[in-house]
C-alpha cells in the first residue's frame, strides 16, 4: 500500500465563486432572462438584445412565468430547463424586489449549476439581497450588473437610454472577449 | 435570545436588514421569554411593514425565515441558532 | 521557495499499477490508461521542476470553476507518466488555457469534438523533447504524449471534464487522451515561429482549440501558389465548423513540411501574403450547399461575391512548419468557432492575469 495525493480539487458547497466568463459571444446564444413584473426590464433586454445581435451573438429572450408572493415555481421547470440547454451564455433578471429578486437569483443560480457563464442583473437598492441569495445558493462571487434605483417608472425614452449606456459594463461583468 | 450590542449575533441580525428594508420592510429585534433556557438560541424578530408599498414584493413569509436564519448562522458562525419571524402576512399573527 | 505544504486529500492506496489504474478509474480521476500512482515524494519532485509555489494558482478551470494549483497540475502529471522536466510547459499550457479568450468553458462543454492543441516553441522543444520533425503530430517515441496527457488529466479531474455529464461532445476525439503536442521546426522554416509572431518569443507555448488533424497530400506540389490553394481549399470542407451559419469566425492552424515551406517563401516572399493566399481560397460556393442552408449563411451575411468564406480575415489562419522532409504532405487542424489562440511564455514572471488575447495579434 501506499499513500497518494488526489488529482481532484477539495470543493466546497459555498465557495463555487462566479462561474465562467463569457469569452467571444460572436455566434453564440445569449439567453435574456425577462420576469412578470418590470415593464423597464423588457425595454432594457429589448436594447441588450439588438446590442447582442450586433456584436454577433443571437439573442434568446425568455420570460419565467412565476408570480410574486408563495406562488409554486414548477409551472416554468420544463421550459427553463429546455431554454438552459439551448443557449450559450446567462443574462438573468431583475432583481428589483424581494420576490423577484428570489425568483430571479434561483433562475440564475440554475443557469450557473448548468455551467453557464451568468450575470445577474439587480437595481442597486437590491445588490444586498442579490448576493445573500446567490451566496446561498453556493455561488459567493456572483457576477452582478447594478441599474439604477428606480428603474421602474421611468419614461421609455430614459429606461432605454440607461439601457444603451449600461451595455459595455454588462460586458465587462461578463468578462465578454470581443 | 437577549441580542447584546457588539456581539456577532448583533451583527448578524443588523446585517439581515438588507434582506427587506429594499422593499421599505425592516426587522425589529424582540425579547423572547425571560428565564426560558429553551429559548436561548432562538433570535425573536418582527417584520415591520408599515413603510411597504408592495407586499407581495417582500419575500413571502416561509422563504422569509429560513434566508434569515442562513444569514444570521453563517455571519454568527452558529448552526445552533434558530429565527422566529413575527410576520403581520401569517393569518393567526405568528 | 518557502517549505512546500501539500494540501491535496491524501489516500491510501495498493501501490500496484493495475490495482491503482482500476481504483483510479472507479473514482473517475482515470482515462483507461495505466496511471502511475502520484505519491508526496513524486509530487514534491514534480513542484520543484516547475520551480513555482505549490500553492501558486494556474488560473481557473471550467465548467467546475476550480482554481488549478502547481500542486494539482504536478499530482495530474504524475498520474499521466509526463516528465518532471516538462512542468514549466504545462503550467504555461494551463495559464493560456485558462486565460478568458480561450473559453474552455465553451471547449469542455460543446458537442464539437475539440480539444487545447499545443504548439511548443523554442529551445524547450529540444530539451524535452517535443517532436517536430519526422511524425511531429504523433508516433515518435517520446514524452509529447505523457505530456498531453498530463493536461488532458488536469480537465478531467480539476476542470470537471467528463464525457457525458458535462461535455456534450458527440463523437469526442483521440486527442482527448493524450491531446495534441507539437514542437515547430523553427529552423527549417522561413518565417519566425508561431510565438514570435504572436509577441512571444524564446520558450513558448500556444493553445489553439482544434477539431483533430487531417492530412492533405499535393503528391506534384510544383510550386508554392498551388500548395496554398490545395491547402486553402481543403480547409473550406463544407463540414468545417465555421462554415456553419452560427460561427462568427475561427482560427485555423495548418502545418506546412519544411520542403513545402521553402517552395511557398520562394514564391511568395510575404507572410502576410501567404495568409491572403490561403484565406482566398478557403470558400465554397453558396449553392454547393444544400438548399436548406442556404437561407441561414445568407442572412449570417457569410456569403460574398456568391462564396461562403470559412475565416473572417486571413489573421485568422496560423501557419507552422513541421513534419519529415518526406515532401508531399501538409497537415489541417480546422479551428473551434468562436475562441482564440492564447500564447505564453514559459517563464512564469511574464504572466499578467489580466492580459487576454485580443483577436488583431499576428
Not at chain 1, 433586454?45 to 446590442?51: R, V, Y
Not at chain 1, 425568455?62 to 450559450?88: H, N
Not at chain 3, 502529471?77 to 493560456?96: E, I, K, N, R
Request: with cysteine; hydrophobic share 45%; proline share 7%.
Amino acid at each position: 500500500m501506499t499513500i497518494v495525493l488526489s488529482p481532484s480539487p477539495v470543493t466546497t458547497v459555498d465557495k463555487r465563486g462566479s462561474g465562467p466568463p463569457a469569452g467571444s459571444i460572436a455566434g453564440k446564444k445569449v439567453g435574456l432572462r425577462r420576469d412578470q413584473f418590470w415593464l423597464s426590464w423588457d425595454w432594457v433586454t429589448d436594447e441588450w438584445a439588438k446590442a447582442l445581435k450586433d456584436d454577433g451573438a443571437e439573442p434568446v429572450i425568455w420570460r419565467a412565468p412565476v408570480g410574486k408572493g408563495d406562488k409554486e415555481m414548477a409551472e416554468g421547470g420544463e421550459e427553463f430547463e429546455a431554454f438552459l440547454d439551448d443557449i450559450d451564455v446567462a443574462i438573468s433578471g431583475l432583481c428589483n424586489c424581494g420576490s423577484c429578486t428570489l425568483w430571479a437569483i434561483h433562475d440564475t443560480v440554475a443557469a450557473l449549476d448548468h455551467g453557464l457563464p451568468t450575470v445577474a442583473v439587480s437595481t442597486e437598492h437590491f445588490e444586498p439581497l442579490a448576493r445573500t441569495l446567490a451566496g446561498q445558493g453556493g455561488w459567493d462571487d456572483l457576477r452582478l450588473k447594478l441599474m439604477p434605483y428606480p428603474l421602474e417608472g421611468r419614461p421609455e425614452d430614459e429606461v432605454r437610454a440607461i439601457a444603451r449606456e449600461h451595455y459595455p459594463e454588462l460586458l465587462e461583468v461578463l468578462e465578454v472577449v470581443r | 435570545m437577549d441580542v447584546q450590542q457588539g456581539t456577532p449575533i448583533a451583527s448578524a441580525v443588523a446585517e439581515v436588514q438588507m434582506l427587506v428594508q429594499g422593499d421599505g420592510a425592516r426587522f425589529d429585534w424582540v425579547p423572547g421569554p425571560a428565564d426560558d433556557p429553551a429559548d436561548d438560541k432562538v433570535v425573536h424578530l418582527r417584520l415591520d411593514l408599515t413603510e411597504v408599498g408592495c407586499l407581495d414584493c417582500v419575500l413571502p413569509p416561509g422563504m422569509l425565515v429560513d434566508i434569515v436564519q442562513t444569514s444570521i448562522r453563517r455571519t454568527a458562525d452558529d448552526d445552533s441558532i434558530s429565527v422566529e419571524i413575527d410576520d403581520p402576512r401569517n393569518a393567526d399573527g405568528s | 521557495m518557502s517549505e512546500l505544504t501539500l494540501t491535496a486529500e491524501r489516500i491510501d492506496v495498493d501501490d500496484d499499477i493495475r490495482a491503482f489504474t482500476e481504483f483510479a478509474i472507479e473514482r473517475g480521476w482515470g482515462d483507461g490508461l495505466p496511471v502511475v500512482p502520484p505519491t508526496e515524494a513524486l509530487v514534491t519532485e514534480f513542484i520543484a521542476a516547475s520551480g513555482l509555489e505549490s500553492t501558486r494558482s494556474l488560473g481557473r478551470l471550467f465548467p467546475s470553476g476550480a482554481d488549478c494549483t502547481v500542486e494539482l497540475l504536478a499530482i495530474n502529471a504524475v498520474m499521466a507518466g509526463a516528465p518532471a522536466s516538462s512542468m514549466p510547459l504545462l503550467a504555461a499550457a494551463v495559464s493560456a488555457a485558462a486565460d478568458p479568450a480561450f473559453d474552455l468553458a465553451g471547449i469542455n462543454a460543446t458537442t464539437a469534438s475539440v480539444v487545447p492543441a499545443l504548439v511548443v516553441n523554442g529551445d524547450v522543444r529540444n530539451e524535452l523533447p517535443i517532436p517536430y520533425q519526422h511524425s511531429a503530430l504523433g508516433g515518435m517515441a517520446g514524452p509529447a504524449p505523457a505530456i498531453g496527457r498530463a493536461l488532458r488529466l488536469v480537465i478531467r479531474n480539476v476542470a470537471g471534464q467528463v464525457a457525458g455529464k458535462t461535455s456534450e461532445s458527440v463523437f469526442g476525439q483521440p486527442g482527448r487522451v493524450t491531446g495534441v503536442v507539437v514542437g515547430e521546426w523553427e529552423e527549417r522554416s522561413p518565417w519566425p515561429g508561431l510565438a514570435e509572431r504572436r509577441g512571444v518569443t524564446g520558450d513558448a507555448v500556444t493553445v489553439l482549440g482544434v477539431l483533430g488533424s487531417a492530412n492533405v497530400l499535393d503528391s506534384i506540389g510544383t510550386n508554392g501558389f498551388e500548395i496554398l490553394e490545395v491547402m486553402g481549399k481543403s480547409l473550406a470542407f463544407m463540414g468545417n465548423n465555421n462554415m456553419d451559419h452560427s460561427s462568427q469566425f475561427a482560427t485555423q492552424l495548418m502545418a506546412l513540411n519544411p520542403i513545402w515551406a521553402d517552395k511557398v517563401a520562394a514564391d511568395v516572399p510575404r507572410f502576410e501574403d501567404v495568409l491572403q493566399i490561403v484565406f482566398d481560397h478557403a470558400t465554397l460556393p453558396i449553392d454547393w450547399f444544400p438548399t436548406s442552408l442556404q437561407p441561414a449563411l445568407e442572412e449570417a451575411g457569410d456569403v460574398k461575391d456568391g462564396k461562403v468564406w470559412l475565416m473572417d480575415s486571413p489573421d485568422d489562419l496560423n501557419i507552422i512548419v513541421c513534419g519529415g522532409s518526406g515532401n508531399l504532405h501538409g497537415t489541417m487542424l480546422p479551428g473551434m468557432s468562436n475562441m482564440l489562440p492564447v500564447t505564453r511564455s514559459l517563464d512564469a514572471s511574464t504572466w499578467d492575469p489580466n492580459t487576454t488575447a485580443r483577436r488583431d495579434v499576428a
